[in-house]
């Protein structure tokens, strides 16, 4: 009984519809395969076909069995005709026309032009966003140059007045001259120029 499993298994590898879905043969070999595996691997069913093959009755054709035909019957009709059988696992694939075809070409045109369209959309919006993002920045570090501006100058008069108290304390009888004090260039804002 091993050694039939062993031969089925690796048989059955051989002979696989998937190895080449498009060769029909395969599948009808692989069809007398588990036939043959059905018949060999019941006692009973295993039995008669050896009292067959012992007898002297002509060979059966190929695709029909040795077990009974109650046997063969109520095999059968668990399995349905074997290019039946075969496409039934590709549940929506079958045979098309050419009106059936030219269907399928619209659709996946249509498909392919949404698609299109959501990427074209999905680009529009990603550059919509960058520059509203951008503008969002710019005004954020104008706003920044404007207060750290504003700071410098504030800073810079300061240090001026500090500077001319100083030497006035220093030198009380010294006048800081009026074209010395008005000499320094003042840095001022971009948006505060003419």
């Given at each position: 009984m091993e050694e039939v499993k062993?031969?089925?298994?690796?048989?059955?590898?051989?002979?696989?519809?998937?190895?080449?879905?498009?060769?029909?043969?395969?599948?009808?070999?692989?069809?007398?395969?588990?036939?043959?595996?059905?018949?060999?691997?019941?006692?009973?069913?295993?039995?008669?076909y050896d009292s067959q093959l012992h007898s002297a009755s002509p060979p059966k054709p190929p695709g029909t069995t040795a077990y009974p035909r109650s046997a063969r019957q109520t095999h059968s009709s668990s399995?349905?005709?074997?290019?039946?059988?075969?496409?039934?696992?590709?549940?929506?694939?079958?045979?098309?026309?050419?009106?059936?075809?030219?269907?399928?070409?619209?659709?996946?045109?249509?498909?392919?032009?949404?698609?299109?369209?959501?990427?074209?959309?999905?680009?529009?919006?990603?550059?919509?966003?960058?520059?509203?993002?951008?503008?969002?920045?710019?005004?954020?570090?104008?706003?920044?140059?404007?207060?750290?501006?504003a700071i410098y100058n504030d800073t810079r008069a300061r240090a001026r007045a500090n500077r001319a108290r100083l030497q006035q304390e220093q030198h009380p009888g010294l006048q800081p001259s009026p074209s010395r004090a008005s000499s320094g260039s003042r840095l001022v804002p971009p948006s505060a120029s003419p």
């Open positions: 062993r031969a089925f298994f690796i048989k059955s590898k051989e002979l696989h519809p998937d190895r080449d879905p498009g060769n029909p043969t395969l599948h009808s070999r692989f069809v007398e395969l588990n036939e043959a595996y059905h018949v060999l691997s019941h006692e009973q069913s295993r039995r008669s399995w349905a005709p074997p290019n039946e059988q075969y496409w039934a696992q590709f549940h929506g694939v079958k045979p098309q026309g050419p009106e059936s075809q030219r269907q399928q070409r619209k659709h996946n045109q249509r498909m392919l032009g949404y698609c299109l369209l959501l990427m074209l959309a999905g680009m529009g919006l990603h550059y919509i966003a960058f520059r509203k993002l951008e503008q969002l920045h710019r005004s954020f570090m104008d706003e920044k140059d404007r207060i750290i501006t």
